[in-house]
């Protein structure tokens, strides 16, 4: 009985080789935040290391990315950090949203909840691993950021209305 299992579970293993994924590697650029925000090569250096794979239109797979179930795990991580936050199609959204998704990215770096452990474990992606002072520095540019846009723009453009508010 163990001898089938094991045979049936490699055929399946290996038959999950052969499905085709539809991975994230273009995408349009027109809305991506370097349009309307400056962005320090310090910062653009750690967005490439330790967010862009999984936060823009364009992720970076690695070796192990085309062995399956590996690939398929990746592949929805990456489509659900792009759901949350996506670089690439960033000033496409409300203001509010931007400013809101300035105040996450300094919530998720200051907790270290970003980047998420999983990538970095087992030195699987070691340029996500950040260090105190490269999180500051993020930290920093999302602060900047969002006093850019609170000198700019009315503070009541900049706030995130309830969900269940109807639209003004």
Same mark, same amino acid.
């Given at each position: ?63 192990? *990315?085309?062995? @399956? ?5 990746? %592949? /929805?991580?990456? &489509? $659900?950090?792009? !759901?949350?936050?996506?670089?690439? *199609?960033?000033? @496409? ?5 931007? %400013? /809101?998704?300035? &105040? $996450?990215?300094? !919530? ?18 070691? &340029? ?41």
């Amino acid at each position: 009985m163990i001898k089938k299992i094991t045979l049936a579970l490699l055929v399946l293993l290996v038959a999950i080789q052969f499905i085709p994924m539809d991975k994230n590697e273009s995408g349009p650029t027109e809305f991506d935040i370097s349009k309307s925000y400056h962005i320090p090569d310090n910062v653009a250096t750690i967005l490439k290391g330790a967010c862009n794979d999984c936060h823009t239109n364009t992720t970076i797979y690695p070796w192990y *990315s085309n062995i @399956q179930p590996v690939g398929f795990w990746l %592949n /929805h991580h990456v &489509e $659900e950090g792009k !759901e949350h936050l996506n670089f690439s *199609s960033f000033t @496409q959204t409300p203001l509010r949203v931007q %400013n /809101h998704k300035f &105040e $996450e990215i300094v !919530e998720t770096v200051e907790s270290g909840e970003m980047p998420l452990a999983d990538y970095t474990y087992l030195g699987l992606h070691p &340029e996500a691993k950040l260090t105190n002072e490269q999180r500051q520095i993020l930290i920093d540019w999302a602060k900047e950021q969002m006093a850019l846009l609170a000198s700019k723009y009315p503070a009541d453009s900049l706030k995130m209305r309830p969900r269940n508010s109807p639209a003004q």
